[in-house]
């Protein structure tokens, strides 16, 4: 807990729509240590990004209970003026389309400078001179004159470090980025992954990533956990968690992947579709498509279990429990 | 298996810049330049390549939802590149599409049983209590519940739209169905489960595919060949493991570093190339070799030649790559400069 520098704790988020109550997050509770990265994987509608926003205070209108201590402060209770402070040079976030955070009628470096300026009293000078080395810092080349260029005028790749730039002109603690990838090629994918790591090493900061892509969290995540249905599955380093999956809906993504060692193997994927959250399943929410399921599962919600051998790792899983042996 | 069922013969498709754009007015995009290649019967071609690389377009060309600029497209000895609508009409029939989103390619205002059942009543092949039973058939066959014939579409979710979608393209049971990036819009765990379906529905009904993805993994996963595009033009094309194992082509191998994969071990143990740059416009494409700009092991010829694409390096008569420079096993990709 000594490095700690967010402590999420039973965090649940629900929203009211027409169809009813939407319980996007049920009980989640993690912990970000300073400096490393916290990789979140998991598919449309597991809670990943609705988790992550509310912590940054992006979720308004929802019903949301729980804690989120970031350096000694529940960013849950602050007002929205305090978050806005903390925006920026505590917290940033990036988002998978880049165009939603640049807006298409001013220049770049505009918007970067802008933002210096908003939260920093410096000069218009001194704040474009700084977008200028931040634009050179995630590998714009000539930024100088890319400074003055328009959000169309740069390719995808560009923009995602445009926005990269952006999130990192005050220096947050802690980066969130949400599915920042998704949209790009497979070999600019490798480029800003590679950007962001090389980043952390020099500023140091904690980075919580967002994704669906299991590849590309096996590349950089110190920590991961696997998302389903607003609660947390199982939660590992990534070697635990690639080595030993224990999790029958971990083990289950992991073998929908195709991978490039093929086999002729047909895929196991897993049956059925993710369950819908206006009216979650009792007990485990992966029981309907568990292929390990018992009798138990269907009505008690697992605790966490810790993995045999694999330190820190546990898994939200009946199978785990000595009791449960023999069940099957 | 070797017999070809579809020739591609230097098929160009060009697209003229919008006339708005003032400043490109006159210029085209070079989308599809020269690709020839030929699909086997029976067999899976997988097309890969990142986005703007035309790999769509080409696909859209053979199908004829485009015409053609120039070149051909031979279906069974028939040239098909210049037919008029109607004389295209039995060849339709035998050439099929999926696409990618499932929810832009089904009309929201229609039930599942009749969009289905379109490919049967276009060609006067069924109708009445024939049709709803060979439209059922077609959902049982797909794994759709048959009671969901009077359903509309937004009442399945995406990974069944999907089947809806693969249910019509099979309506006719085509000879040739070619799938543009079939799974990319769905979530991992229902991505196999359409992934499965399209082998057994292969294996079933002795279909040839085009596959067309993004995802180096899942085109390994169910092609006999791939073929690697980049700016419009095929630069390597091998049987998969092939590929896999043994590209020559300098982009197919920084294509195949950044794959992401999901074992931090591996992942920590491979050769890793980050190109740097963008793949540059297809408006006006650089001269020779149109990864030179790119590539590591550009010399001065690769700017001025457009290499051909040939065997390299005593490979397999099946393997063919466009280089000057063709990277051997084992070797890495940045080599020293040779004095000349």
């Given at each position: 807990m000594n490095g700690s520098l967010l402590a999420v704790r039973d965090l649940s988020v629900s929203f009211q729509t027409p169809d009813g109550v939407v319980e996007a997050v049920r009980g989640v509770s993690f912990n970000v240590?300073?400096?490393?990265?916290?990789?979140?994987?998991?598919?449309?509608?597991s809670g990943?990004?609705?988790?992550?926003?509310?912590?940054?205070?992006?979720?308004?209108?929802?019903?949301?209970?729980?804690?989120?201590?970031?350096?000694?402060?529940?960013?849950?209770?602050?007002?929205?003026?305090e978050l806005r402070a903390l925006r920026g040079p505590g917290?940033?976030?990036?988002?998978?389309?880049?165009l939603s955070s640049l807006h298409p009628f001013y220049r770049i470096g505009w918007q970067i400078a802008e933002m210096i300026r908003a939260h920093e009293s410096v000069s218009g000078d001194a704040a474009r001179r700084r977008a200028i080395d931040l634009l050179g810092l995630v590998g714009i080349p000539?930024?100088?004159?890319?400074?003055?260029?328009?959000?169309?005028q740069f390719s995808g790749g560009m923009l995602q470090r445009a926005m990269i730039a952006m999130a990192l002109a005050l220096q947050p603690r802690l980066l969130i980025a949400d599915e920042p990838t998704t949209a790009l090629d497979v070999t600019v994918q490798a480029q800003i992954v590679r950007l962001m790591q090389r980043l952390q090493g020099e500023l140091g900061m904690a980075i919580i990533m967002i994704t669906h892509d299991l590849g590309v969290i096996a590349g950089m995540a110190d920590e991961v956990f696997v998302m389903y249905a607003g609660q947390i599955m199982e939660q590992a380093s990534r070697y635990?968690?690639?080595?030993?999956p224990s999790h029958p809906y971990t083990t289950g993504l992991l073998g929908s992947l195709p991978r490039v060692t093929a086999s002729d193997e047909p895929l196991t994927a897993i049956a059925g579709q993710p369950p819908s959250l206006i009216h979650p399943p009792s007990g485990c929410p992966?029981?309907?498509?568990?292929?390990?399921?018992?009798?138990?599962?269907?009505?008690e919600t697992p605790a966490f279990f810790a993995v045999p051998d694999s330190e820190p790792h546990r898994s939200a899983c009946w199978l785990l429990d000595p009791a449960s042996v023999g069940q099957e | 298996m070797t017999e070809s069922l579809l020739r591609v013969e230097h098929l160009v498709k060009h697209f003229p810049t919008t006339a708005r754009d003032f400043f490109r007015s006159g210029q085209h995009v070079h989308a599809v330049d020269d690709v020839s290649l030929d699909v086997r019967r029976g067999e899976t071609l997988g097309l890969v390549g990142e986005t703007g690389c035309g790999k769509s377009t080409l696909a859209r060309c053979i199908i004829r939802l485009e015409r053609l600029t120039s070149g051909r497209v031979v279906f069974e000895g028939h040239d098909i590149s210049s037919l008029s609508d109607s004389e295209l009409r039995p060849y339709r029939r035998r050439m099929q599409m999926v696409f990618q989103d499932p929810y832009g390619s089904l009309n929201p205002r229609r039930r599942v049983g009749s969009i289905i059942g379109d490919p049967f009543e276009i060609h006067g092949m069924a109708s009445g209590a024939e049709l709803r039973r060979r439209v059922q058939d077609l959902m049982d066959l797909v794994g759709l519940n048959p009671e969901h014939y009077n359903r509309f579409p937004a009442q399945f979710s995406g990974g069944q739209r999907q089947r809806i979608g693969i249910a019509r393209a099979i309506a006719l049971r085509p000879d040739l169905l070619i799938c543009d990036e079939p799974v990319s819009a769905l979530d991992v765990s229902i991505r196999a489960q359409i992934l499965n379906l399209?082998?057994?529905?292969?294996?079933?009904?002795r279909l040839t595919m085009i596959f067309i993805s993004h995802d180096l993994s899942v085109v390994r996963h169910v092609s006999d060949r791939i073929a690697v595009m980049y700016l419009g033009k095929v630069i390597e094309i091998a049987p998969g493991a092939n590929l896999f194992e043994h590209a020559?082509?300098?982009?197919?191998?920084?294509?195949?570093?950044?794959?992401?994969?999901?074992?931090?071990?591996?992942?920590?143990?491979?050769?890793?190339?980050?190109?740097?740059?963008?793949?540059?416009s297809p408006i006006e494409p650089p001269s020779g070799c149109r990864f030179h700009p790119r590539c590591p092991r550009a010399e001065r010829i690769c700017g001025v030649d457009e290499p051909p694409l040939i065997e390299r390096l005593l490979d397999s008569r099946d393997h063919l790559a466009a280089c000057h420079f063709p990277v051997a096993d084992g070797e890495a990709l940045v080599r020293e400069k040779s004095a000349t």
């Open positions: 240590e300073r400096g490393k990265t916290l990789g979140i994987v998991g598919e449309s509608g990943k990004s609705v988790a992550t926003q509310t912590v940054a205070g992006l979720t308004r209108g929802a019903r949301i209970s729980g804690q989120a201590i970031f350096e000694g402060r529940d960013l849950l209770k602050m007002s929205p003026a917290i940033a976030m990036i988002f998978q389309n880049p000539q930024p100088e004159k890319r400074l003055d260029d328009y959000p169309h635990g968690l690639f080595r030993q992966f029981h309907p498509r568990c292929p390990q399921v018992m009798e138990r599962c269907s009505h | 399209l082998r057994e529905l292969q294996r079933e009904l020559r082509h300098p982009y197919t191998r920084a294509l195949l570093s950044a794959i992401p994969i999901p074992d931090p071990d591996l992942d920590s143990a491979r050769e890793q190339i980050v190109l740097s740059g963008d793949p540059p």
